[in-house]
């Protein structure tokens, strides 16, 4: 074996010795400061919701190796994060439903009301999360039979492409160029040459997926997949000659037959096992507004549903109770709740007492301030100046922003915020929309230009704005 063979071996041995390094960690094995640094990456500041955040986390990782007769007496503290409008607590949520791959969900405290009354009942976040976690074991399960799935899909094709008719069953000739055709059109079928070609397809090709939908559908798939079984009937009834037989582009066909042979490859009974079991044992709840519901409505003249009565009714869900869904009977016991709210005209102590004993964490979000905005606008690996960027790039604009640009966005951002209502990072989106208008609607014009955003740039679109405080109040 030569010598620059040899160095070729060890350098690729090397490459994936550095793949394997960089493979993402799962949250097991993820300790709480690998857990922040990771929020890191998305959210400034709030290290203290961070750190109180990656503990919960953590806990459910550390819950999982206990033995049996301890476990089940270990359930998750649940946290409330108090703190103004844009000021990450979505944001954090959001990115711990990324991190932890386990069921999520955000809902709105806002949305439910007293059982009794017409409108969503607490039970139904729970069915939400069950769903989600359905949805997300089916994808995983796809994902593992992905390339059987695949063969599967271009074996259809062909058969479409090239229909299995032979004449006269003992010719080995035709047989032989049936094949060696069928393996010409395999290889355009990859390339992708033959995405545009029309194909016909017979109806017994298409199996109709209402099982699924009945199972795991929201209302309108439910609806949908009624009217398919009206449909497979009526054309039952009709008999063989009567079954309708579709004409669609081989890209299409692609797509339905992947669709339908995916949802074979699924045994829906084993997802929904693994389903419930994560539900139940790594499921997490953030419920937003929950200040809203804070207090009673006796000084409203309004016939608002009571917001005490809301509260008791997420009472027993938070503290473990077993609510029935399609998918069988759901233990919120181990469920991970995390709440949020600004809390500007309740207090936490406005819940009733029992809702607050089953949040014993509570930690509070700090005022952004010039340099948080700063921060925000730099650092992330989503940062809005980035977003911006990219975008017109794709126009063929080189766009530039000079650190003393985002230090003066930053500044006017922090000074509305103080003198107008206080809507955290959200305000960057209003400013930066004001700030680059006329350039986002002329981008098209610009192609092979570079902008260079500079503080006089910022001054002279923003400046004037800034400084009429009831033009201010509309437009930023």
Same mark, same amino acid.
């Given at each position: 074996m030569s010598e620059e063979i040899i160095v070729k071996e060890e350098n690729a041995l090397v490459e994936t010795d550095k793949k394997v390094e960089e493979k993402p960690l799962s949250l097991d094995d993820m300790v709480p400061s690998q857990i922040v640094a990771e929020l890191d990456k998305y959210v400034i500041g709030q290290d203290k919701a961070k750190r109180t955040i990656a503990v919960a986390l953590r806990n459910r990782s550390r819950r999982k190796k206990l033995p049996d007769s301890i476990r089940e007496e270990v359930y998750p503290k649940n946290i409330i994060m108090i703190g103004p409008t844009g000021v990450g607590k979505t944001e954090i949520a959001r990115r711990i439903a990324k991190l932890s791959k386990a069921p999520f969900i955000k809902v709105e405290a806002t949305k439910y009301t007293e059982v009794g009354y017409v409108g969503r009942d607490v039970e139904s976040m729970v069915r939400d999360l069950m769903g989600s976690a359905v949805s997300m074991v089916r994808r995983e399960m796809a994902a593992a039979n992905e390339k059987a799935?695949? !063969?599967?899909? !271009?074996?259809?094709?062909?058969?479409?492409?090239?229909?299995?008719?032979?004449?006269?069953?003992?010719?080995?000739? %035709?047989?032989?160029?049936?094949?060696?055709?069928?393996?010409?059109?395999?290889?355009?079928?990859?390339?992708?040459?033959?995405?545009? &070609? !029309? *194909? /016909?397809?017979?109806?017994? @090709?298409?199996?109709?997926? *209402?099982?699924? !939908?009945?199972? &795991?559908?929201?209302?309108?798939?439910?609806?949908?997949?009624?009217?398919?079984?009206?449909?497979? %009937?009526?054309?039952?009834?009709?008999?063989?000659? #009567?079954? #309708?037989?579709?004409?669609v582009t081989v890209k299409r066909a692609r797509e339905m037959f992947t669709e339908e042979e995916t949802e074979r490859s699924v045994d829906q009974e084993k997802a929904f096992e693994i389903a419930k079991e994560r539900t139940e044992q790594m499921g997490i709840i953030f419920i937003d507004e929950i200040d809203k519901i804070a207090g009673k409505n006796s000084s409203s003249s309004s016939p608002d549903v009571s917001r005490e009565g809301v509260q008791r009714d997420i009472l027993p869900i938070v503290e473990g109770t077993k609510v029935t869904t399609k998918w069988g009977v759901i233990d919120t016991s181990h469920i991970l709740f995390i709440a949020a709210g600004a809390f500007h005209v309740s207090k936490p102590s406005d819940l009733i007492p029992e809702l607050q004993g089953r949040f014993p964490l509570r930690v509070e979000l700090e005022d952004l301030k010039a340099e948080d905005f700063f921060r925000i606008l730099k650092e992330p690996e989503n940062a809005i100046t980035l977003q911006y960027r990219e975008l017109l790039k794709t126009e063929g604009v080189e766009l530039n922003f000079t650190d003393e640009a985002i230090r003066r966005v930053s500044e006017i951002a922090y000074e509305v915020n103080s003198t107008t209502e206080n809507i955290g990072a959200r305000r960057l989106y209003t400013i930066m929309e004001t700030l680059l208008d006329d350039l986002s %609607?002329?981008?098209? /014009? @610009? #192609?092979?230009?570079?902008?260079?955003? &500079?503080? /006089?740039?910022?001054? /002279?679109?923003?400046?004037?704005?800034?400084?009429?405080?009831?033009?201010?109040?509309y437009i930023l």
């Open positions: 799935v695949k !063969e599967r899909v !271009e074996e259809r094709l062909l058969d479409v492409l090239i229909p299995n008719v032979n004449p006269n069953q003992n010719d080995a000739a %035709f047989d032989s160029a049936r094949i060696s055709a069928r393996e010409q059109i395999r290889v355009q079928l990859r390339a992708g040459l033959l995405d545009n &070609t !029309e *194909v /016909e397809i017979p109806a017994g @090709m298409i199996r109709q997926k *209402v099982g699924i !939908e009945l199972m &795991t559908g929201s209302m309108d798939d439910l609806q949908n997949a009624m009217n398919s079984l009206g449909s497979i %009937f009526q054309n039952a009834a009709q008999g063989p000659s #009567k079954a #309708k037989r579709r004409k %609607f002329n981008a098209s /014009e @610009m #192609k092979g230009q570079k902008v260079d955003i &500079t503080p /006089e740039y910022v001054n /002279e679109r923003l400046s004037s704005v800034v400084k009429n405080q009831d033009l201010s109040r």
